[in-house]
């Protein structure tokens, strides 16, 4: 079968290919691959934070590309040439001017945080130097899934004051649908991208939902805010082996050129919405990024076929026909900074008031600062307020300084109604060793909790925690996860088990490059993997 291209199902004019404009990539490694590499109609520039971080031309070479795929199919997407298949497979934006920011290695979760720090402080400096007028960033760093304010996350912090700089920040949503947000998708000015399935007849109206997050953020926000293709999209596939490319799950049914292949995710639907916007600014250069984002969003095509995902679908033409709205508004990043101008004394007064909005704003002012006795006090009398943004807002300020946290603050906490406070009171607990152990019962009630965003970040703690205690409850939720294709809480599982006992099961049958998460075949995977650890630790569970 011959599968469409991405500028083909989305019908980008043939005259719009991102020309002469600069856009960002953020992942790992990128290889020397011609269809990102080769600088015949743009340039593309690499930027390596693991020596020194300043543009150097890239040149393609003859292969293998056995290292950065990631990387590849996120610059292909926005902005591949698709040159070796002739131009068939190109990006959204194929002649855009590519920057890839290199960051090294993930080696530990943590190091994902201080690395996309680094990034996105270099951007804030550099992106008006270079011309770069987006980026987009698919590789997960997340320290919960969107239930908490954007101050509580350095990463998401930086991408509001890139966006209140002027920068399009643009983020993949997640691929699971159970979680609300996979990611700094969550922040306020960032534009989530979820996405749809291609159909193989590309007609965008038989077009049908992926299964990407979705979800209401702390700040009311909508994951995702955009639609793009995220499913069957055909990127290049470098085969190391004809072994290789017979083992992928779709590449030997599919008629297409030699190393090109579908594959699926919101890796691939970020970029593609950032070529979009390239597309948009060649057609409208003197477009902020407010406009480009309120166009993009604006004429975007609905249909009830995912409707589930509350968002419509990229639609360049339409785009660039819209009128460019007011630019004329105050980001969430200049209102926070407004209120941490204000004197402590102001503050307070607004936390001492009645309005939720201004008691929200004024606690959150207190993100990075010491925090006062008189605040403290009083943001701990605010943990029982009836607001629970209010309640949410005053126990993440506190989290970052657990010397103000007592137990009792805690207790009532993991028993509230919102999850929100809840999350939050995960958040707490996770900046305050010393009180584990002492919650760990706590922490075990949550992994059957009725939001699945608790549950996965709960799990994810207990990773961190590794008491032996776990290891029952962890294994009695497995099954039933794996049955019902909750695939975020089911791998969270897994790894807690692995980093408590160290033991491993491999799936049966074995992943395939190319599977998708929800296919008969990965189900069946995470149920042998579920009897597996029952099986080993059959004692605990009776």
């Given amino acids: 079968m011959t599968w469409s291209s991405i500028r083909e199902f989305l019908q980008i004019p043939k005259e719009l290919t991102g020309k002469s404009v600069g856009i960002a990539i953020v992942d790992s490694s990128f290889p020397n691959h011609p269809d990102i590499a080769t600088n015949i109609h743009r340039n593309t520039y690499i930027v390596n934070f693991e020596t020194d971080p300043y543009p150097t031309l890239m040149t393609s070479g003859d292969g293998p590309w056995s290292r950065g795929l990631h990387g590849l199919w996120t610059a292909a997407a926005a902005a591949g040439s698709g040159q070796l298949s002739q131009g068939r497979y190109a990006g959204a934006a194929p002649e855009a001017d590519l920057y890839l ?8 979760l943590e190091e994902i945080e201080s690395k996309f720090v680094a990034v996105l402080s270099w951007l804030s400096v550099n992106w008006r130097k270079y011309n770069i007028r987006g980026v987009v960033l698919t590789v997960v760093s997340s320290r919960e899934t969107g239930l908490l304010p954007w101050q509580a996350d350095p990463i998401r912090t930086l991408c509001e004051q890139l966006a209140n700089d002027g920068l399009l920040v643009v983020a993949a949503s997640g691929n699971t649908k159970e979680l609300t947000c996979s990611g700094p ?7 989530s991208v979820g996405g749809v399935i291609v159909p193989d007849d590309a007609e965008i109206h038989h077009a049908e939902s ?5 979800g209401m953020t702390f700040e009311n ?3 995702p805010g955009i639609l793009a293709p995220a499913e069957n999209v055909v990127l290049p596939m470098p085969f190391q082996s004809p072994e290789e490319r017979q083992n992928h799950f ?5 008629n297409l050129p030699e190393n090109y292949a579908r594959t699926e995710g919101t890796s691939c639907a970020g970029p593609i919405i950032l070529g979009c916007a390239a597309c948009i600014w060649q057609a409208h250069p003197h477009w902020t990024a407010n406009q480009v984002k309120y166009a993009i969003q604006s004429s975007s095509v609905l249909s009830n076929k995912w409707d589930d995902l509350d968002a419509g679908l990229v639609n360049v033409m339409a785009a660039v026909s819209m009128t460019p709205a007011d630019n004329a508004i105050n980001t969430p990043y200049y209102n926070w900074c407004n209120w ?7 503050r307070l007064a607004a936390m001492k008031g009645q309005n939720e909005e201004d008691i929200v704003s004024a606690i959150l002012s207190f993100c990075g600062e010491k925090i006062p006795r008189e605040i403290t006090v009083l943001m701990r009398a605010l943990l029982v307020h009836q607001s629970d943004k209010i309640r949410t807002a005053a126990i993440t300020v506190l989290a970052v300084h657990s010397d103000k946290i007592l137990s009792s603050d805690l207790q009532g906490l993991f028993h509230d109604d919102s999850s929100y406070v809840r999350m939050a009171a995960l958040f707490a607990l996770n900046h305050c060793p010393e009180m584990w152990k002492e919650f760990t019962i706590e922490v075990i009630r949550l992994f059957t909790d009725h939001d699945l965003n608790i549950r996965y970040c709960a799990i994810e703690l207990a990773a961190k925690i590794k008491e032996q205690c776990f290891i029952g409850p962890l294994i009695s939720g497995l099954y039933d996860d794996a049955f019902n294709e909750r695939v975020s809480t089911f791998g969270a599982r897994c790894s807690a088990l692995e980093a408590i006992t160290g033991l491993t099961f491999k799936p049966m049958p074995e992943w395939r490059e190319g599977q998708c998460w929800y296919s008969d075949r990965s189900t069946q995977a995470r149920l042998h993997i579920a009897q597996e650890w029952e099986s080993r630790f059959k004692g605990l569970l009776r």
Avoid: M
């Fill in 250 to 254: 779709t590449a030997p049914y599919d």
């Fill in 340 to 346: 941490k101008n204000k004197v402590k004394s102001e």
């Fill in 210 to 214: 992926y299964h990407g997050c979705r």
């Fill in 101 to 108: 920011l290199q960051t090294g290695p993930f080696n530990l």
């Fill in 185 to 191: 998708a969550s922040s306020p000015s960032i534009l």
């Fill in 221 to 223: 926000n909508w994951i």
